[in-house]
């Protein structure tokens, strides 16, 4: 009979330690920092920039010239403009991708470049 009793409580008292270590390995997954920020990570869409010429632009779109062929943006109100970006402008687009469209973030047009102005023919020289 003692043997049957000591049995019946090593059982129940490991019964009892293996549920608060289970309920403790649980909820420690929910806690843990890593996964906090893995997940953000995953809600934050990777940022792009791109410098090109202006082919086009109105109130939801902007068609990019560069050097890899023109792009397309989309353009609403929440996208930031700095300077006047025109037709024939160079324009720097920082942008994210939603699937296959380009969400334009910010506008940057880049100063007008200013030609060099002619330079004065130089007086000749005359000999005597």
């Known amino acids: 009979m003692r043997y049957i ?9 490991l019964a009892v330690a293996g549920g608060s270590a289970f309920a403790a390995a649980k909820a420690a997954p929910a806690n843990s920092a890593p996964q906090a920020s ?12 791109v410098k090109g010429t202006v082919k086009s632009l109105d109130n939801s779109s902007l068609v990019l010239s560069h050097k890899g062929g ?14 006047t970006p025109a037709v024939g ?11 296959k469209t380009n ?3 910010a ?3 880049q100063p007008a470049k200013q030609q060099a102005s002619a330079k004065p023919a130089a007086a000749k020289k005359t000999t005597k």
């Not at 009793?5 to 008292?13: E, F, K, N």
């Not at 893995?38 to 920039?49: E, V």
């Open 5 to 13: 009793i000591g049995t019946l409580v090593l059982v129940v008292a």
């Open 38 to 49: 893995s997940s953000a990570k995953k809600s934050t869409p990777a940022s792009h920039t």
């Open 70 to 83: 023109d792009m397309t943006f989309v353009v609403d109100n929440s996208t930031a403009k700095t300077g």
């Open 89 to 99: 402008s160079e324009v720097s687009v920082k942008y994210h991708t939603e699937g």
């Open 103 to 105: 969400m334009a973030t």
């Open 107 to 109: 506008i940057t047009a």
